[in-house]
Structures are given as structure tokens and as C-alpha cells.
């Protein structure tokens, strides 16, 4: 009989093939459809995520898998709203494999729904479950981004912006171009990273999609050997991204990206490891006003009483829309004479919470566009009726149409007047109704 000990541990340990037992080691799940692994621990941006739960709007993870980053929710959840109504949906788990999601069935886990939903545009189901619940709080999407390429990330992208809710949080994670895939030593990382840096230098947007791991790991002798089981999870496309490669695309996207990084992901397999930058892990919050703004049916009036907070919201939209910095936005306000900005003393951290969601670079390109912005933007005072209303005229210089925020009942001449001395349409019949018929309704 063989004496146990660690001596023999290590020869039957030998005998299997390394990934195997890394695999089972790790409590790494194969998925059904060659997209890898369901990961051995919950997402490092799981914390994220949950916090993002307002009690109303529901959870959304798209790539359950197995429902790991679901099941840990769920339980989380429990025990923070445990007050509240345990038949409420309040995870939604999402996958394009069906196994996976009858998987998730199975765990008959309380408040959970499962949906079928394929990034980047088979979305159906998730966009009518979106729409009955408000919007989802928080989007957690771990490790799935890897599958699609940089048009397909950006598809994503916009159209995740639509079934967060107001307020709503993305949070994601990738593998990101310094990891490896087998092992420290790893001749499939390092090419990687060479053909990323190649791409970069001449120009590409993308410059690590559309890696075929496969035919790399079978070409190359990796440093684990991968067994025929776990080759059959590996997927043939693989891309790989930076965090500040995402978050510029989140931006794009009307995004305020709260944390960008390459850091260690736990669940990953340590021969992934690189340096603890292996995974690329981005949190993003959309703006609520912006976001509100974007859903809004056009031509849009923007009202309130004082035109403080029309004039912020207005400045937010515009400088977020033409990529102004603090600097450009703050040129732009004062050249528009914009009332919050320029002349209300207490609306001063109205003007500072503006600026807050800009970038703070400051970059001179930027500062002179602001000369011509494509837009007009006229104030005007109602001295006169002695409402003391401020009403702002902008117009659109491309399609020279424009819009009137908060009119005054009785200065329609004064305003049709101002839009016809700077050579604005008085409305396109065909689009909606012209500025004239507006102007009453508003008034
Ligand atoms: C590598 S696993 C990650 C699982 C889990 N999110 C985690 O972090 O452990 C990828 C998962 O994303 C799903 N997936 C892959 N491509 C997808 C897509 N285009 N849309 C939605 N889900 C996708 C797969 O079915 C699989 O469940």
C-alpha cells in the first residue's frame, strides 16, 4: 500500500492534467455556449452593484450565468429590505444561453426573474421588462463585454443607457490586455500585448478585439496545459480593453464614469494573473438630469419659475453635448449671459454642482469652439408685464429652427420678433408645430 502523505499527493496531483485540476480546484463552471467561465468568486464590483439598489427599480445582471453574482444579490438583499415585499422583482437575471437561465430557475431564488437578452441588439425582452419596472438601479455586466467587438461594446452601451432608471449604475467588468491566459510566463498574453500595441500605434479605436484564443493557445505552447474539456469552454473571439478604452466610450455616451481601473479579479483563475491588473473594471452613474433631458420628446421647452434651474439644466446639455471642459462651459455661460451663472448670488451652488459634472481639463481647443457652437442662445427680461421672467430663444443655426424656454403670456410679439431678426424658421409644420402655435400652448 502506498504510504499517504504529500509525496503521493503531489504524484496523483500530477497525474491529472494542470487545468483539470485547476478547474475543479477552483469551482470554475463551463459555460454552455463557449463563452468561458462562470467566474470562481462574485464580481469585485459586486459591492457596487448592490449598493446601487434604490428599493424600487430592480437589479439587472446581464451574463448570469449560473447566477453566482445573482444568488450573492439576492442574499445581500434579504438582509437589507428584508421589510419589504418578498414577491417584489428585485434581481433580474439575464443570459443569451437558455442552460444557463434554467439553471438559474432552478435555485428558485425569491424576487428573481429570469430573461433572455443578447448584447448588443437582442434586447426585446429586457427593454419590455425595462419599461414595466421603471428601469433597472444597477446594471452588473461581468466578464461578457469580452465577446463583442468595439462597435458592438459601443451598441451595448447605448443601449444599456436605456433601461437604467434615473440615477441608474453600470457597473462592468473585462479582461483587460494585461492578463494572461496560461500561465506567468505566458507567450499568448505577451503576443497580445504586442498586437495591442502594434493596433494602437497605427490608429485603431479598438485595438484588442477580435483575439481567436483558441487557435492562439493550440499554435503556442502555453505554460498550463489546457485539456480538451476546458479547451471546448474557450471562446474562438476574445477581445480585451483598458479601463480608460471603456470609460471614454461610457462618456461618450453621456456617462459620468466614477471609477476606471486594471485591478486583480478573484474569481478569475490565478494563471490569469498579471501584476493584479488583469481585469478592467469601470462603475458609471448616468446622469439623471442629462438622461431626462435625452427621453424628452423634440422640439423641448425646458420651464421653471425663476430660469435658474432651465438655465443649469440647459448649460449641462449643451456643454456635455459639444465635450466642453469647466473652462469652456464657464465661456459659454458668461458669453450667453446665462442668469444662474452670471448675476444670481444664491444660485451659486447651482452654478458649482454644474461644473462638478463637467471634466475639469483644461484644454484650449475646446475654450474656442465655444466661439461657435452650431447653436444660438438669446435671454431676454420681462421688464414690462412686471413678471420679472427671464425667457431664453435657442436656436438651432444648422437647421435654423428654435425654441423658447419659459415665455411670458403677452410677449409673443417681442419673442416671435427676436426669432425672426436672427433668421429662425418660425417652425416646421411637418415636424411639429411651428414656434408660433407653441408659444400659446406654453404661454
Ligand atoms: C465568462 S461568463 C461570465 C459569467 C458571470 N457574469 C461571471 O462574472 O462569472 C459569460 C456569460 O455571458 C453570457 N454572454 C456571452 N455573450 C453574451 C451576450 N452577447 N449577451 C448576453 N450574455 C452573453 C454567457 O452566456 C455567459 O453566461
Redesign the pocket.
Known amino acids: 500500500m502506498p504510504k499517504e502523505g504529500p509525496a503521493t499527493a503531489q504524484h496523483a496531483e500530477a497525474k491529472l492534467s494542470q487545468s483539470a485540476v485547476l478547474m475543479a480546484s477552483l469551482a470554475l463552471k463551463g ?3 463557449q ?5 470562481a468568486k462574485t ?1 469585485p464590483l459586486l459591492d457596487s452593484w448592490i449598493s446601487a439598489y434604490d428599493g424600487v427599480h430592480p437589479l439587472l ?5 449560473y447566477g ?2 445573482v444568488s450573492a444579490a439576492v442574499e445581500r438583499l434579504g438582509a437589507r429590505w428584508a421589510h419589504a415585499d418578498q414577491e417584489g422583482l428585485r434581481v433580474v437575471a ?4 437558455q442552460e ?1 437561465l434554467d439553471a438559474v430557475e432552478e435555485l428558485r431564488l425569491p424576487g428573481v426573474k429570469t430573461v433572455f ?4 441588439d ?1 434586447f426585446q425582452h429586457l427593454q419590455e421588462m425595462a419599461a414595466e419596472c421603471g428601469g433597472f438601479s444597477g446594471i452588473l455586466i ?3 463585454l469580452h ?2 467587438p468595439g462597435q458592438g461594446i459601443e451598441e451595448a452601451i447605448a443601449k444599456l443607457k436605456g433601461l437604467l432608471a434615473p440615477n441608474g449604475t453600470l457597473c462592468i ?1 473585462m479582461f483587460s490586455p494585461e492578463s494572461n491566459i496560461s500561465g506567468a510566463e505566458c507567450p499568448f498574453g505577451q503576443r497580445m500585448r504586442e498586437v495591442y500595441a502594434e493596433r494602437q500605434a497605427a490608429g485603431d479605436k479598438w485595438p484588442g478585439e477580435g483575439f481567436d484564443m483558441v487557435s492562439i493557445l493550440r499554435e503556442q505552447k502555453a505554460a498550463v496545459t489546457l485539456d480538451e474539456e476546458a479547451m471546448k469552454c474557450f471562446p474562438s473571439y476574445f477581445h480585451v480593453a483598458y479601463a480608460h478604452q471603456l470609460a471614454s466610450a461610457l462618456e461618450d455616451y453621456g456617462f459620468k464614469v466614477l471609477l476606471a481601473q486594471e485591478d486583480r479579479h478573484p ?1 478569475h483563475a490565478p494563471h490569469f494573473w498579471h501584476e493584479g491588473k488583469e481585469s478592467t473594471q469601470v462603475v458609471a452613474k448616468m446622469d439623471m438630469v442629462l438622461a431626462a433631458i435625452e427621453k424628452l420628446p423634440r422640439p423641448l421647452m425646458l420651464q421653471c419659475t425663476s430660469g435658474n434651474r432651465a438655465g443649469a439644466a440647459l448649460l449641462l446639455a449643451q456643454a456635455k453635448a459639444l465635450g466642453h471642459n469647466r473652462a469652456s462651459a464657464s465661456l459659454l455661460a458668461e458669453d450667453l449671459d446665462l442668469k444662474f451663472f452670471t448675476r444670481c448670488s444664491e444660485c451659486g451652488p447651482v452654478r458649482d454642482w454644474v461644473l462638478q459634472q463637467l471634466p475639469a481639463d483644461n484644454d484650449e481647443a475646446q475654450v474656442s469652439e465655444v466661439r461657435n457652437p452650431g447653436f444660438v442662445i438669446e435671454q431676454l427680461f420681462d421688464a414690462h408685464q412686471g413678471s420679472s421672467t427671464f425667457t431664453y430663444l435657442v436656436g438651432c443655426t444648422q437647421s435654423q429652427e428654435a425654441i423658447l424656454i419659459d415665455p411670458v403670456l403677452g410677449l409673443e410679439t417681442r419673442d416671435l420678433a427676436l426669432a425672426d431678426e436672427l433668421g429662425f424658421k418660425a417652425g416646421d409644420e411637418k415636424k411639429g408645430r411651428p414656434l408660433r402655435q407653441r408659444l400659446k400652448a406654453a404661454g
Open positions: 459555460t454552455a455556449n463563452t468561458g467561465f462562470e467566474m464580481s445582471d446581464v451574463g448570469c450565468a453566482r453574482n439575464c443570459d443569451c444561453a444557463h437578452g443578447k448584447l448588443p437582442g461581468s466578464e461578457v465577446f463583442l467588468t474569481g
